[in-house]
């Protein structure tokens, strides 16, 4: 029986080769792999990456968009005794480069498009598609498929996925085998939440980006289970619908901005769902209007998860039974501990707090990361010797264990799903020479469910043109992080020591 197995990456797609051979692991624009086909694939890249020189613990990493070539390089990579390093292909060039420059990958496979978002990078390239003699596919096959098994041990990492920093550089955060797989191998599938189980017969939706724990985790997630992963290149939803149709998706993970444009689709109110068993959606909250339109249009159950990188996803959530047109109070929160996890509220001095009361929230469970990768003292700031980790979110408990957000500690604001950490853009738009001083804070946004703006103090007048700075900071920051709108002022709220009172230009325009 899995449960209470030790069970690493490699041996999970090497058991899902032997049950079911000839079942379907990935779909990918109509291509169909096998789990044989997928296992020998991954030997055979684990060949490629040691015959390359790689050795156990080096890092390769991933620089495209969602398709079947980064399940195979990544459970390579993990046959190897590699390290996974997928990278946001929406990030400028130097973060990019920053990036690389942190994880020094051996080996990357990226997108043609983003070739030249490597910089000086001068390790190994291969490339997912096109005419280019680097080509993935012919350096794959051009290797022979017997497993080498030297994946890494239960607690040694397979995965480093980049946080965005509060300093303005992003963390990669180190996942193990037990982070990934422990809390689902360690619990009969019986004896979890409905909403939360997994079986070979579910379909799922792969749409969100594998440079997110909620990409990655999600194929993962399909992958232990000898379910079938439909993937989607990047979100469109005309594409979303037609899959969702065509291969009768059971179970769709999507942020609540994605699920509004999905249902705004003029085809979605009269398209049969009745094989959709439920969507899960985390970033945020959902609203209570597109809740309703959502429960109209698709009629199945509807789960919110609450997590992050550091705890490999989802940690808590809120089920089915707790979600109500009507609107209840549960839904103002994210829900419950899931089977395994342990979270407290506690003070500054990490005492736990009764319930009721506002405090951090902190969580200890085998998902936790092993820590930061070259980092630690950020690694010693995070997680306790204990096992306890701070979220850096605050929120509060009630009686019956389940969890509200009060606010972000980190001043953290999401986008779209997308998290942007405001001194990343601050930095980049304290470089223009025509500001003074800036803040950067999240508003609400209807789309987006917040929305970045600047807060600037001209060095000078008359102050700069708004599309001016926006421009400028596109060109130094990812796109969704650059600021949607500038508003200007004399002088910005500062507490006794200099920090910037952002709660209080946030509570301005709220």
């Given amino acids: 029986m899995m449960a209470q197995q030790k069970m690493t990456l490699a041996d999970l797609i090497r058991r899902q080769a032997a049950e079911r051979p000839g079942e379907t692991a990935f779909i990918f624009e109509d291509a169909e792999t096998s789990y044989a086909e997928f296992d020998k694939r991954a030997s055979q890249v684990a060949n490629g990456l040691i015959a390359q020189g790689c050795k156990p613990g080096d890092r ?4 495209g968009k969602n398709r079947d070539a980064y399940f195979e390089m990544w459970l390579g990579a993990v046959k190897a005794g590699l390290v996974m390093v997928p990278v946001n292909w929406r990030l400028a060039p130097p973060e990019v480069a920053y990036i690389l420059g942190d994880a020094d990958p051996k080996v990357i496979l990226t997108d043609p498009e983003f070739l030249d978002r490597l910089g000086d990078y001068s390790g190994r390239i291969l490339v997912t598609e096109g005419e280019d003699e680097r080509l993935f596919s012919t350096w794959r096959d051009a290797q022979h498929c017997d497993d080498p098994e030297r994946e890494a041990a239960y607690d040694e990492p397979v995965l480093q996925l980049y946080t965005s920093g509060t300093t303005g550089h992003p963390k990669g955060a180190l996942l193990s085998n037990r982070s990934l797989l422990g809390l689902r191998t360690s619990t009969p599938q019986e004896q979890l939440s409905e909403w939360y189980r997994w079986t070979s017969d579910d379909v799922a939706l792969v749409a969100m980006p594998v440079f997110h724990i909620s990409g990655s985790g999600w194929g993962l997630w399909s992958l232990q289970h000898g379910a079938k992963g439909v993937i989607v290149r990047e979100f469109d939803p005309a594409q979303v619908l037609d899959l969702l149709i065509r291969y ?3 179970k769709i993970m999507m942020v609540p901005t994605a699920l509004r444009i999905v249902c705004d689709h003029p ?30 249009i698709f009629g199945c159950g509807f789960a919110q998860m609450y997590g992050m990188t550091e705890t490999a996803g989802t940690i808590i959530g809120l089920p089915p039974e707790d979600h109500d047109p009507e609107g209840n109070e549960r839904m103002r929160g994210v829900g419950k501990a899931l089977q395994g996890v342990e979270i407290r509220i506690v003070d500054e001095a990490g005492h736990e707090l009764p319930r009721g009361e506002i405090g951090e929230i902190v969580t200890r469970s085998q998902a936790n990361m092993i820590g930061y990768h070259n980092r630690p003292e950020a690694t010693a700031e995070t997680r306790d010797a204990d096992g306890w980790l701070r979220t850096g979110d605050a929120g509060r408990m009630d009686a019956d264990g389940y969890l509200y957000l009060a606010d972000r500690i980190k001043d953290m604001i999401i986008t779209g799903g997308e998290n942007v950490y405001p001194a990343e853009v601050e930095n980049a738009l304290y470089s223009h020479p025509r500001v003074k001083d800036v803040a950067v804070i999240g508003v609400p946004d209807a789309k987006w469910g917040e929305a970045v703006k600047a807060i600037v103090v001209p060095a000078g007048d008359p102050p700069p043109d708004p599309a001016e700075l926006i421009a400028w900071a596109r060109e130094r920051v990812a796109a969704y992080k650059a600021p949607k709108s500038v508003d200007f002022r004399a002088d910005l709220p500062r507490n006794p020591s200099g920090k910037i009172l952002r709660r209080i230009l946030r509570d301005e325009y709220r």
Avoid: H, M, N, W
């Fill in 60 to 63: 390769v990493a991933y620089l």
């Fill in 248 to 250: 009768r998706i059971t």
């Fill in 267 to 296: 085809d979605a109110e009269t398209t049969d769902f009745s094989f959709l068993k439920y969507i899960c959606y985390g970033g945020s909250a959902i609203p209570l209007d597109l809740l309703r339109q959502a429960i109209a």
